[in-house]
C-alpha cells in the first residue's frame, strides 16, 4: 500500500488494478498517508488558498429522471422553480459585494433556457463583471449549443459524470440517458475550450471499488480541470430512498486520491459533504480540495432544489454566512480568497 501511495504521488498514474487494491485495501495508515501527501501537493500548487464559488440553482425543472435525483421530472412531490434571468442577475450582484469572482449557474435540464436566454444573459454577465468567471452545469446539450455558450463568455463547464462504468450508468439512470452521449458532451466541451468539470458519487448504488477504480482511471486519462465528488445521500421520493448514504471517509480517500493524480485539478468540498457530517467541509479541504461552493440563490428557493434529503441550504452553506465560513477555513490553516480561480498551469 505504503509502495502504491507513494509511486501515485510522484508518477500521478496508477494501473486500473492498482486503483482497485488501493481503494479495497484502505486502512487508517493509507488515509493517513495519502491526507499527508494531498496537502503537501496542494499547497505546491495553490499554497493554503481556498477559491471560492457563488452557486446560483437557476431551476429544479428537469426533463430527466435520474434514479438517485429528488428533482428528478418524475418527482411529483417537488415544488418546482426557475428564477428568470432578472433574478439571476440579482444574484451575481449581491455574490460579487460579497467577494465572489465565478458564479456558477446550475439547474436541471429545463427547456425554458435555451441557447438565446443562457447566451444573453451570459453576455450582460460578463459585460458587468468583467473580473469575473461564469460556470455553467446545465447538463447535456448539443455541440453546437455548448459553442454558442462558449462564444458568449461562459468559461467553465460541469457535467458530472456520474460512473466510468456503462453498466453501472445503466443501473443510475432511465434508458433515455446513455453513457456515450454523457462522454461526448465531456470531450465536446473540453475541445471547446471550456475548463470542463467531471466528478461522481461515492458510494451510490451498485457502486464497488472496481466502478471506483473505473472514475479513477477515467480522471487519469480525460484529465478534466475540476472534478466534483460527493457522498450519495439518499432522497425519500426517490428509487433508491432505501439505499445507505456514501461515508465520509471514502470520499475524503478518494479527494486525497484526486489531488495525487491531478496536483492542479480544482477540487471542491462539495454540499454533500457538508450535509453528512457538521465538519464534513473542513474535512474535505484537509483531504485535499481547494474550492468551496457557498449558495448564492435567493432564499426563497433554496429549499427547493433538494437533490437529497436534509440538503443544507443556510448557516455556512449560505453565501451570505461568507465570514463564518472564512473564519472556520482560517482555523484550519487554509485562506478563502477573492479570486477568480481558474486552474493553475504547472
Ligand atoms: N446524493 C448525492 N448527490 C446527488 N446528486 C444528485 N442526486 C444526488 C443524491 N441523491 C448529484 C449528482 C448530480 C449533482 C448535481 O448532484 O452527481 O450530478
Known amino acids: 500500500m505504503i509502495r502504491l501511495i507513494e509511486k501515485l504521488a510522484k508518477e500521478h498514474r496508477l494501473e486500473l488494478a492498482e486503483y482497485e487494491l488501493l481503494l479495497r485495501n484502505r486502512n487508517p495508515e493509507a488515509a493517513e498517508l495519502l491526507t499527508e501527501l494531498a496537502q503537501k501537493t496542494r499547497k505546491e500548487v495553490y499554497g493554503n488558498s481556498v477559491f471560492i464559488r457563488g452557486l446560483i440553482e437557476i431551476s429544479n425543472i428537469c426533463k430527466n429522471d435520474c434514479l438517485y435525483c429528488g428533482i428528478r421530472g418524475g418527482n411529483r412531490n417537488c415544488v418546482r422553480y426557475r428564477l428568470t434571468p432578472q433574478e439571476i442577475m440579482e444574484c451575481c450582484e449581491e455574490g460579487y459585494e460579497l467577494g465572489f469572482r465565478t458564479f456558477v449557474m446550475q439547474g436541471g435540464e429545463d427547456a425554458y ?4 436566454l443562457l447566451c444573453g444573459l451570459i453576455a450582460d454577465i460578463k459585460q458587468r463583471f468583467p473580473d469575473c468567471a461564469i460556470t455553467l452545469s446545465l447538463g447535456e446539450r448539443s455541440r453546437e449549443s455548448y459553442q454558442k455558450l462558449r462564444e458568449a463568455g461562459a468559461d467553465r463547464y460541469l457535467l458530472r459524470h456520474e ?6 450508468y445503466a443501473k443510475l439512470h432511465p434508458p433515455q440517458l446513455a453513457f456515450a452521449d454523457r462522454m461526448r458532451c465531456l470531450h465536446e466541451l473540453k475541445e471547446l475550450g471550456f475548463q470542463t468539470g467531471c466528478g461522481f458519487m461515492v458510494g451510490s448504488p451498485f457502486q464497488t471499488e472496481a466502478e471506483l477504480a473505473k472514475d479513477l482511471k477515467f480522471i487519469e486519462t480525460f484529465q478534466p480541470d475540476m472534478c466534483g465528488i460527493g457522498p450519495f445521500i439518499p432522497h425519500i421520493d426517490t428509487v433508491f430512498a432505501g439505499y445507505q448514504a456514501g461515508s465520509l471517509e471514502l470520499t475524503c480517500y478518494l479527494l486525497s486520491i484526486i489531488r495525487l493524480i491531478k496536483p492542479n485539478i480544482l477540487l471542491p468540498s462539495t454540499t454533500a ?3 453528512i457530517d457538521p465538519l464534513g467541509r473542513e474535512k474535505g479541504i484537509l483531504a485535499g480540495a481547494n474550492v468551496v461552493m457557498p449558495n448564492l440563490s435567493p432564499a426563497s428557493v433554496r429549499k427547493k432544489y433538494m437533490l437529497y434529503d436534509n440538503k443544507i441550504s443556510d448557516g455556512d452553506e449560505s453565501a451570505q454566512s461568507l465570514d463564518s465560513l472564512k473564519q472556520k477555513i482560517s482555523a484550519i ?10 486552474i493553475k498551469n504547472i
Open 113 to 116: 433556457y435555451n441557447d438565446e
Open 273 to 275: 459533504l457538508g450535509t
Open 333 to 342: 490553516g487554509y485562506q478563502v480568497v477573492t479570486d477568480r480561480g481558474d
Open 163 to 168: 460512473t466510468a462504468d456503462a453498466e453501472h
